[in-house]
Every structure is written in C-alpha cells, then in structure tokens.
C-alpha cells in the first residue's frame, strides 16, 4: 500500500531544470499521481516552505535513503511497482554487463513500515538495515562480481561503493559506533526545526521586578550578624572613596603651617598641597646663605645647584619631552640669556651651561668688563667648551622672537648698574622681543626700567615679591634643616619628591 511508505526518507532527482529534492514521505496521491515530502532539502539546502509536492512526470529519479521499518521479507523480484501508484519512478542500483551506469525500475514494496528510532535513541546504535536495502546490496554483489573495475565504481571487502554518487544523496553508515555518535550529536545541536524557537522577547523588567533586593541585603546582614563577619555594607550605607593620592590609613591631624620663620612674614605662598611657605627679608636670606656656606654648601655648589632647577624649568617651559626629541631636531628651541656682572649673573650662566648640554641654543648676552668676578670667570671658561653662543652688544642679540628669555640682569645689592646703558639697552631689547621672560632670583625692588616677568625661580625661601615678578617658583638648592634652624628658621621641607615647585599666593 502507497501509506506504508509514510516516513520514509527519499532523494528525488527532478532533471537539470528543478534540481535535487531529500525529504521524508508524508503524503502519496494514487489518483492525482503526486508524492509530499516534508522539511525538504533543495539541492542540500534546506526549504523555506514545509512541504513540497511533485508529480511523476517531473521525477527523472527517485532514491530511497531510509525506511521506515522492518518486517518486509519479500525479496526485490516481488516488489510491484504499481503499489506507490507512480509508474516510471525507480532506483539506481549497480552497474550494467558493460561497465556503464543503469537506472533500473525497481519496485517498492508495500510490506508494512517499521519505526525508525528517534535522534537521541540512535546515539550509541549503529543504522538498521532494511530487508530492501539487503536485497540491492545482495543485487549489487552479484553483478559486481562478473564486471571488470570499470571507472566510476570499487570494489573492496564485499561492499561496493560509487564515486560518481550524486553529493547531496545520504548512505547511512552500517557500522562505526564513533561516526554514528558525532552524527547524532550534529541532529541533537543543529537538528531542531526553525520553527520551533519561541518569538516572544525576553521580559527582563518583569524577571528583575521579582527580585527583592532590600530582602536579600536583609539577610546578608543578619547572617554576618550572627555569624561575627564583617559587614559588607548594606543599601543605606555607602563605602568610603578615596583619590589615588589620599591616605587609606588613619592618621594624625595634617600641619600645613611647618615652616615658620623668627618674624612675621610680609607675603605668604602655599604649595599645591596646602602647605604654607612664607617669605623671609632679604637680610634673613643673605644670612642664610652665609651660614650654609660656612658650613660647607660653598658659592660653587649653590651656582651649580642653581644651574640645574633653572634649566630644569626652563626646559620645561620649553615643551619638554614633546619639543625636545629626536623626531623635532628641525625645531631645536633658542633661548634668550641675560646675564649681569654679578653672582646672580653666574647663576644664569650655569644654567645656560645646562640647557645647552640639552641641545638648545643658547645665545649669552655678558656687558665687557675689565675685571670679572672669579666665580663668572670659571662658569664662562665651561660655557665656552658647550656649542652655546655668546655677545656682549645688544645689537648681536637676535631680531626676531626668541623662544624664552632668561632675566639675570637685576642684583640685589648694585643698584647703580640700572643706569648704565647697556642695562637699558638691554631692557629695551626684551621688552620689545614678544617672548616670554623667566627671572632667577629676582630682587624685590620695582623700578620703572625692569623687565616683567611671567614666571620668576626663588632659591630656598621665597622674598617678598611683588605682581611683576610674575608667577613664583621655588628651587631646593640643597640648604640642610639644621641650617634654618641655626638662623632661627623651624623648617619643614615642602618639595617632596620635587627639585623646583609653584608657589600660589595667599
């Protein structure tokens, strides 16, 4: 009967035009002369429709891949072709007498269908074999044994194999219990039906909304009650933050007033941390560097500790690492050096030694005199061994703007060079040039001739300076603590893990 064949899996090749069609049996019309097949395959893909009709007269072939059951003991001679009820429809078989490819019209049977195991029962069973696919394998064997090896088939061990099988057709693996177990673990994960998956979405604010978080946090604390833990917190609490600079641990009250000085201070400055650095006199400071020298920190070492915070900060003003690189040797910048016959004049010579080391050049301005300081002498002699440039006329200075000026025209003490007029003329000059103006160790007297600052470098203890002095920094120039404490200075040092820090005004 054409419904014993319900559930069978079958290859219908339909001709070049519609292709090839896989599918299991679900419905066979004796009158109209049609075959259904479900959840098809067209060509090895797979259908977007769930159920394909074809008539006998567009089937070239039709192959059976699996049946239904067993219990069918009739061999293929008795197979009539008229029980599916569609003449002209048969299998391939084997091989002709001369060595070629035949389709022969072999009957299907209509012996009662046997239950063909579900996917997950055939994960540790091997394929049955049917009754009809016994008899075709039986068929084969006797008319492979009488052809020669021709192209298309071999023969080994008693079974018969053709290379030229169409690649969408499917052949059940007899044996092989490790390739019947990936195939059923492939129809466990890819085997389920598209249509199948749910299209509702996911309620995440219903599922959340069953959540009692003030119910679970309830008993996360009364456990750690009893139990003697530590409590994690709770929703009322809130854990403590802290910035990457604050102290975790507890500790005494901060002092920010522990530099304080033997008279009241005129000008106050704090530090970026809150420390507060007040300003000493110009006596005060003078007798601070006296005892310091007379305790070992000599002119030379004060010069050269000067020397290198200026030039530290200057090459900072600069650009530092961004303007000072190899890959920017085609912007080397220029600077600008002032410098009067004094030790303040000394100190920016030292510094102009250090910039230049770092492949800046350095132009130092030095007014011709018959005697020079001993301590300018030995900072000119190291100046000269550096590819630095120096002029003692303002009209060798350059016309055009120069990336920093550093100011060390101004003495403390020598106020009679401000008349000359190689000091006016050199104010004049910075005065005109658009650059910026960094001065070491200003004094704190203001006169009308000075040049404006916008940054000025104090040494040690800062003066009190006025607003032309611009923004104050402050250098370490190595003083010990028992030397404040010696001029009656109670001191704390406020660099930290710095040589030069800014000082804000209070």
Not at 18 to 23: A, R, W
Not at 27 to 46: C, E, M, W, Y
Not at 393 to 414: G, Q
Request: hydrophobic share 30%; charged share 25%; net charge neutral.
């Amino acid at each position: 009967m054409a419904t014993d064949w319900l559930g069978s899996i079958v290859s219908i090749n339909c001709g070049e035009s519609l292709g090839v069609y896989q599918g299991r049996v679900s419905a066979v019309d004796q009158v109209s002369q049609t075959i259904s097949l479900t959840r098809p395959f067209h060509n090895g893909v797979k259908c977007l429709v769930p159920e394909v009709t074809f008539r006998a007269g567009d089937i070239t072939e039709l192959k059976i891949l699996e049946i239904p059951g067993p219990g069918d003991n009739r061999q293929c001679g008795d197979l009539q072709q008229t029980d599916m009820g569609i003449p002209g429809v048969g299998c391939q078989v084997g091989p002709s007498q001369n060595g070629t490819g035949k389709v022969l019209k072999k009957p299907i049977s209509s012996s009662a269908p046997q239950n063909i195991p579900r996917r997950t029962d055939m994960k540790n069973q091997d394929v049955i074999i049917s009754p009809q696919q016994q008899c075709s394998k039986s068929y084969m064997d006797r008319h492979v044994e009488t052809l020669p090896q021709s192209k298309g088939f071999r023969r080994r061990h008693n079974s018969w194999s053709s290379s030229s099988r169409h690649p969408n057709q499917v052949t059940p693996k007899k044996s092989g219990l490790k390739n019947g177990q990936m195939k059923s673990k492939d129809d466990e994960c890819f085997g389920d039906d598209i249509d199948e998956i749910p299209d509702t979405d996911f309620d995440f604010e219903g599922n959340l909304a069953l959540f009692d978080k003030a119910a679970v946090f309830e008993e996360i604390e009364t456990y750690e009650r009893r139990s003697g833990t530590r409590s994690r917190g709770t929703p009322n609490e809130k854990p403590a933050r802290y910035r990457h600079d604050e102290n975790i641990l507890e500790s005494e009250p901060i002092d920010y007033r522990r530099i304080v000085v033997p008279h009241n201070a005129n000008k106050e400055f704090c530090t970026d941390s809150g420390l507060v650095v007040p300003s000493v006199s110009y006596e005060l400071h003078k007798k601070l560097l006296s005892v310091a020298e007379k305790h070992g920190l000599t002119l030379e070492r004060r010069l050269e500790m000067t020397g290198v915070c200026a030039s530290q900060m200057a090459l900072s003003l600069l650009g530092g690492p961004n303007r000072l690189n190899p890959k920017n040797v085609h912007q080397r910048p220029t600077v600008a050096l002032l410098c009067g016959p004094h030790v303040k004049g000394a100190q920016g010579i030292s510094c102009g030694r250090h910039l230049s080391n770092h492949d800046v050049h350095v132009i130092l301005f030095l007014p011709n005199f018959v005697k020079m300081l001993e301590s300018i002498t030995n900072e000119l002699n190291l100046f000269s061994k550096t590819q630095g440039q120096q002029v003692s006329s303002v009209k060798d200075l350059p016309d055009t703007p120069v990336d920093l000026v550093i100011n060390c025209l101004d003495c403390h003490e020598n106020a009679f060079l401000r008349d000359q007029p190689w000091y006016k003329a050199t104010v004049d000059w910075a005065n005109q040039n658009r650059a910026p103006v960094l001065s070491i160790d200003p004094p704190i007297n203001e006169v009308e001739q000075g040049i404006d600052a916008k940054w000025s470098l104090a040494l040690g203890l800062p003066l009190p300076l006025g607003e032309r002095a611009g923004r104050v920094y402050l250098c370490d120039i190595g003083i010990p603590q028992k030397v404040f404490q010696e001029v009656g200075i109670n001191y704390h040092s406020p660099f930290g893990c710095k040589f030069v820090i800014p000082l804000h005004s209070t």
